[in-house]
Each structure stands twice: as C-alpha cells, then as structure tokens.
C-alpha cells in the first residue's frame, strides 16, 4: 500500500464549470475524510466518512459540494458551478478504525487535490 | 475566536538553533494534541502527538502540553535546513473523529 492517493493533483477550471476528486485512502483504513486548504491557513474540516456512511458534514460544505464514499473503498468530492473562491487544496485523509492502541485518531494524508478556478 | 490560535510566522533560525512552535486553544474537551508538517505543495505528514498533559519526545523534537493554560509546544533541538516546512498543531476530542488545526508557522532554518 502506498498511502493516500489523490487525483489529480492539479485541476485548473472556469468558474461555473463542475470539477470532481478521487481519494483513495489506505486499504486497511475505514474512515476517510475531506479537508479544504487554502493558502497561509491550516486545513478546515469538510466531511467525514465511516465506511460508507458519511456522519458528518461541515457548514463549509454548501450544497454545490457533495461527497460519496459508495462502497467504503474510495471516495469522491464534487464541486458544481464552481466559484472563485473555490480555489484552495482539497486534502483526502484516511485512518484505521477505532484509532489507535491509545485511541489517537492519527490522520494521513494524500498530497492534496489543488483547484484553481478562473 | 478561532479553536486553535497558531502565529503563522514566518519564523528564520539558523541551523543548530532550538526553535520553539506554540498553540493554544479554546476547547477544555480537546484530548489529543498532534503536531503535522507539511512541505510545500505536500500534504501534511504527523511528527508526533501527545495524549492529555504532559511532554513526549521523539529524537531531536520534543511535544509538551499544558492544559491548564490550553498551550502546547512543539520544541526543535539542532534544527536542520530540512526541518524547513510549515508545523501544524492539531487537537482532537476524545473519541471524536473531527481534528481541528491551527493556521501552521512557517519556519526556515537557514544553512
């Protein structure tokens, strides 16, 4: 297994135009997460799945976004009609069920998604 | 007010210095307290974390928690050019699921 996969690395788009991500987190992990990056901040919570289950979703994911996990394995994140202010780093992170021994719920992350809307 | 406040920096050492990399928090329910590095244009990697209080240590990088004060450190003994990147501190509830983080300190280590 080689970590988080993300793809593509890079997505340049027209405002208005849709525009999709693929994670593929660590095998063994079943809960997968969306983060959205953007320049001089730390990365902000977007979504949260547990297998295929999405339990929760953040504010900050309006209704232009939605996110599925179909069958727990890799998941996808679209944006329709995007907007400027779309434009940032969308990180997928992944990690084991129950934590670990201590219950840390350790994250890792793939190398990020960055959309850049024209 | 942010949950997590972190000096977005840039900080500039030289090498062998010891750097100092500070957060504090709001949230008296955070549990876990992470430190990740992130290179440019990377996604952010864990260096080490800490369970409540108390301090933990991992080669040339030491965590330490006050919870009192709602403060963590991260300190960097003999910092190298390639420590360069941006830190984050990151908490987490126990048993929760959402990590929140700071805005991350930009550090360069100069040769």
């Known amino acids: 297994d080689t970590g988080v996969s993300q793809d593509p690395r890079h997505k340049i788009t027209k405002r208005g135009q849709n525009v999709t991500f693929r994670c593929d987190p660590i095998?063994?992990?079943?809960?997968l997460y969306w983060y959205r990056q953007t320049l001089g901040q730390g990365p902000e919570f977007l979504t949260y799945f547990q297998n295929e289950a999405q339990l929760e979703k953040s504010r900050l994911l309006s209704d232009r976004f939605s996110a599925e996990r179909p069958k727990g394995s890799f998941s996808t994140l679209e944006i329709q009609r995007t907007e400027q202010g779309d434009s940032a780093m969308y990180l997928c992170?992944?990690?084991?069920?129950?934590?670990?021994?201590?219950?840390?719920?350790?994250?890792?992350f793939g190398a990020g998604s960055r959309l850049t809307v024209l | 007010q942010k949950e997590v406040e972190q000096d977005p920096g840039p900080l500039s050492v030289p090498e062998g210095a010891i750097v100092s990399l500070n957060c504090t928090y709001s949230?008296?329910?955070?549990?876990?307290f992470m430190w990740y590095r992130q290179y440019s244009r990377k996604g952010p990697e864990l260096l080490m974390y800490?369970?409540?209080?108390g301090n933990k240590e991992d080669g040339r990088f030491t965590a330490q928690v006050d919870k009192s004060s709602k403060y963590i450190s991260l300190f960097i003994r003999d910092s190298q050019p390639s420590d360069s990147a941006t830190y984050l501190c990151a908490m987490s509830e126990s048993g929760g699921f959402k990590t929140i983080f700071g805005a991350g300190t930009r550090l360069f280590v100069k040769a």
């Open positions: 800490t369970y409540s209080s």
């Open positions: 949230n008296s329910a955070f549990q876990y």
């Open positions: 992170a992944s990690s084991p069920p129950q934590g670990l021994s201590d219950g840390a719920n350790v994250l890792t």
């Open positions: 095998s063994e992990h079943n809960r």
